[in-house]
T-cell receptor, first 115, second 115 residues
Framework: DAGVIQSPRHEVTEMGQEVTLRCKPISGHDYLFWYRQTMMRGLELLIYFNNNVPIDDSGMPEDRFSAKMPNASFSTLKIQPSEPRDSAVYFC?????????????FGPGTRLTVL | AQSVAQPEDQVNVAEGNPLTVKCTYSVSGNPYLFWYVQYPNRGLQFLLKYITGDNLVKGSYGFEAEFNKSQTSFHLKKPSALVSDSALYFCAVRARMDSSYKLIFGSGTRLLVRP
């Protein structure tokens, strides 16, 4: 199993630009989570999906952030327009099958730098 | 409020010595507790979890954790530390928020094992 796949691994962009982060969950998992990690705020849950449906997006910081899951094997997190304070590492995680909902498996993350 | 606390920012231990990384929690109902490890420039990696049963849970890489209900603690332990155990460790608790469940992560404890 390839695990959770995220792309790109690194993204450097200028303020005001649109940023799209991508995630492929582990095959068969029915939960998908997006997190943001910063030194100041630690690990924050942004949004999660169950069976491609958004269940809780209360952690999405602003309307500039949006997430979609068009099918069971793909999700995107979009920031438009991006701001320097969005600089962070963004993780995607998935869970399900024998591990149950709660055991989440994380991707390697996307390090976003907004100049 | 439902929360998890890791009181130590960093733990230093000599290779071969036992290690303990502390975690306390506050949650309504029966706790589901987790430990994750993060190596540099990597995503979080699941180590072990407690849901029910034996208070001593064994996980990956020789780690174990002890659930103590009266002290609301779930400390991570290893009898003999390795230099390769040096990493960032996160404790997490499953919390019910409105109609959904989330994992709430602690702030992390950096473990440094010196040769």
């Amino acid at each position: 199993d390839a695990g959770v796949i995220q792309s790109p691994r690194h993204e450097v962009t200028e303020m005001g630009q649109e940023v799209t982060l991508r995630c492929k969950p582990i095959s068969g998992h029915d939960y998908l989570f997006w997190y943001r990690q910063t030194m100041m705020r630690g690990l924050e849950l942004l949004i999660y999906f169950n069976n491609n449906v958004p269940i809780d997006d209360s952690g999405m910081p602003e309307d500039r952030f949006s997430a979609k899951m068009p099918n069971a094997s793909f999700s995107t997190l979009k920031i438009q327009p991006s701001e320097p304070r969005d600089s962070a590492v963004y993780f995607c995680a998935s869970s399900g099958l024998a591990g149950g909902q709660d055991t989440q498996y994380f991707g390697p993350g996307t390090r976003l730098t907004v100049l | 409020a439902q929360s998890v606390a890791q009181p130590e920012d960093q733990v230093n231990v000599a290779e071969g010595n036992p290690l303990t990384v502390k975690c306390t929690y506050s949650v309504s109902g029966n706790p589901y507790l987790f430990w994750y490890v993060q190596y540099p420039n990597r995503g979080l990696q699941f180590l072990l979890k407690y849901i029910t049963g034996d208070n001593l849970v064994k996980g990956s890489y020789g780690f174990e954790a002890e659930f103590n209900k009266s002290q609301t603690s779930f400390h991570l332990k290893k009898p003999s530390a390795l230099v390769s155990d040096s990493a960032l460790y996160f404790c997490a608790v499953r919390a019910r928020m409105d109609s959904s469940y989330k994992l709430i992560f602690g702030s992390g404890t950096r473990l440094l094992v010196r040769p």
